[in-house]
């Protein structure tokens, strides 16, 4: 396994307990932000669910991204998150010395129903890295909405986007 890939992912995940570690649980919860009226914890929630559907499909080889368990405890609960996010951090890092010369089944609902296509596990964590930086740039937005000032350095910005542009959220 490529040291990068999971050095990367634990780095996301620490920017996440920064996160929460920095606002106070009303943030954490509030889902009063259009269009989607979704608060920050369920956007964390969503982003540790999909990588669970990696740990948990790993036995089996047969990874699914539909078959998130969308924990609510997660979702309102910042100490439960933070909890969560060390677990998986720990069992990320158990991954360095992984044989990741073989094909995982990844299924995925693109749209238009189910769709199992291959990935290395490599590939797959790379994904579910930039997945989580997304979600990690909607919740700057909900934070910009709310009035909510923080400064947690690259946090939802894109390791390509130029450093002169990024001033965190």
Known sequence: MKTIIISSINKNLTSAIELIDAIDIETYQNKTVGPYFSSIGSHLRHVLDFFDCIINGLDSNNIDLTARKRDEIISTDKEAAKAHIYKLQ????????????????????????????????????????????????????????????????????????????????
């Open 90 to 169: 720990e069992t990320i890092h158990s991954f360095s010395a992984t044989n990741t010369d073989y094909l995982l089944h990844v299924t995925d609902n693109l749209g238009e129903g189910k769709v199992t296509v291959n990935y290395t596990l490599e590939s797959i964590l790379a994904h579910a890295n930039s997945h989580a930086i997304h979600h990690y740039a909607v919740i700057g937005y909900i934070l910009s909405f709310l009035n909510v000032e923080l400064k947690l350095s690259s946090f939802g910005y894109n390791p390509t986007s130029p450093i002169n542009k990024r001033e965190g959220i």
